[in-house]
């Protein structure tokens, strides 16, 4: 299988703070990473692309010094939402593209982070 | 830009029907299609994946079709059953961008 885990699984903090988000590939190693953002009943949202040893790729919109991605190694991305505000409150779901597996184009996505920022 | 729609946005049916449901995408230069599942507060579980040459894939109770040409897919459940009840996702993954574009999500119910 192609297992892809987040670390926390939910998390709340205080306006202002910081808050960082871990997504790991378990059983393979991934050159690319996404981040994706959901709000309630609204359909996922690509953030960034991360790819290993180089810096992310932002889609329009997501400002870059807010949400840092930072991908060290083959098996770890790392989200971390700075300054934050009750907007950034959200549900934010990592994938990863396993370059070995028969399908290249295919994601495998994590259970997801629930962010609550009071 | 890709855009994918998915109608209608929640569907209710009682359990034992068969069900279809719909997705639409703007642009058809895409790699592949894929079906997902969302439970509520939860993450995606893949349910099939269709490559831009295929016209569909089969697993168990669950048929999905591909019409590149039309820009549409369909979600095919058969016998549907209560625990089938969940957000069902399409996204489109695209030649160019390289990217996954989600569409708006179809809220099913089965009512036992």
């Known amino acids: 299988g192609a297992v892809v885990s987040q670390h926390p699984s939910w998390v709340i903090c205080k306006s202002g703070t910081s808050v960082k988000i871990e997504c790991r590939s378990l059983?393979?190693?991934?050159?690319?990473m996404f981040w994706y953002r959901q709000f309630p009943k609204q359909s996922l949202m690509l953030m960034a692309t991360?790819?290993?040893?180089?810096?992310?790729?932002?889609e329009q919109g997501v400002e870059k010094d807010k949400f840092l991605i930072n991908h060290a190694s083959l098996t770890l991305s790392t989200l971390t939402v700075t300054s934050a505000h009750p907007e950034d409150s959200s549900f934010y779901i990592c994938?990863?593209?396993?370059?070995?597996?028969?399908?290249?184009?295919?994601?495998?996505f994590g259970p997801g982070t629930r962010l609550t920022v009071t | 830009k890709q855009e994918v729609t998915q109608i209608p946005a929640a569907l209710s049916v009682p359990e034992g029907e068969n069900l279809v449901l719909n997705c639409s995408f703007t642009?058809?230069?895409?790699?592949?299609l894929q079906w997902f599942r969302q439970d509520p507060g939860k993450g995606l579980t893949s349910l099939l994946l269709?490559?831009?040459?295929?016209r569909e894939q089969t697993s168990g109770r669950l048929n999905a079709s591909l019409d590149k040409s039309s820009g549409r897919s369909t979600l095919y459940i058969a016998a549907s059953q209560p625990g089938d009840s969940a957000t069902y996702l399409c996204?489109?993954?695209?030649?160019?961008?390289?990217?996954?574009?989600f569409g708006t999500g179809t809220r099913l119910t089965i009512i036992p």
């Open positions: 269709i490559q831009s040459s295929q």
């Open positions: 994938s990863a593209r396993r370059p070995d597996a028969g399908a290249w184009d295919e994601q495998y």
């Open positions: 996204a489109a993954f695209n030649f160019g961008n390289e990217k996954l574009t």
């Open positions: 059983d393979f190693q991934a050159t690319t």
């Open positions: 991360s790819n290993e040893g180089s810096k992310a790729t932002y």
């Open positions: 642009d058809s230069a895409i790699y592949n």
